[in-house]
């Protein structure tokens, strides 16, 4: 168990670095890929609802230190995403690459879906603008995410289905 969570973090650190370095040499058009939420993506279907809240409370809480936004307003999406994410336990179902990917792009929507309604409700705006943004900046954001988290995505799958024949 202890290892499960030395591992989970090292993962987290790792790709919090990466996300903070790496990812804006990589934007194509300006459009960034989220590897936070895809990893957290990933152990919300791992480990199941609970741990993905907590880990998208702290991980939200974390890029709110880091970033001009609303205090609060990362961490109550990324704790809404983890929930939403880990609904979908693999424990509780099994999960195929296709519907798994469309989860994750769904996944994008939630925690867009909520950090735009908070920053629209903040700003005075009329929520009617959340559904364009959903398509405009976060439908490719999530595309991109995805391009990247197809190999983990299949390898998981591959491995769970040789293991599963033995």
């Known amino acids: 168990m202890i290892k499960r969570i030395f591992t989970w973090a090292g993962v987290f650190v790792a790709t919090f670095l990466l996300q903070t370095t790496l990812v804006s040499h990589i934007?194509?058009?300006g459009v960034k890929p989220d590897l936070l939420l895809v990893v957290l993506f990933f152990l919300a279907t791992k480990i199941g609802i609970m741990p993905a809240v907590f880990v998208g409370f702290f991980l939200g809480l974390a890029q709110d230190l880091y970033s001009p936004s609303i205090l609060g307003q990362n961490a109550l999406s990324n704790t809404i995403a983890g929930?939403?994410?880990g609904l979908f336990n693999e424990r509780v179902m099994r999960l195929d690459p296709i519907?798994?990917?469309i989860l994750l792009v769904l996944t994008f929507?939630?925690?867009d879906g909520?950090?735009?309604a908070v920053q629209v409700m903040k700003s005075g705006g009329s929520l009617h603008t959340v559904i364009p943004e959903l398509f405009t900046m976060t439908l490719?954001?999530?595309l991109y995410s995805l391009l990247?988290?197809?190999l983990p995505i299949v390898w998981q799958f591959l491995f769970q289905a040789a293991?599963?024949?033995r």
């Open 114 to 116: 909520v950090f735009i």
């Open 83 to 85: 929930f939403f994410a």
């Open 140 to 142: 490719p954001r999530a």
């Open 99 to 101: 519907f798994q990917s």
């Open 148 to 150: 990247i988290a197809v």
């Open 27 to 29: 934007s194509i058009m």
């Open 163 to 165: 293991t599963t024949k």
């Open 109 to 111: 929507m939630v925690n």
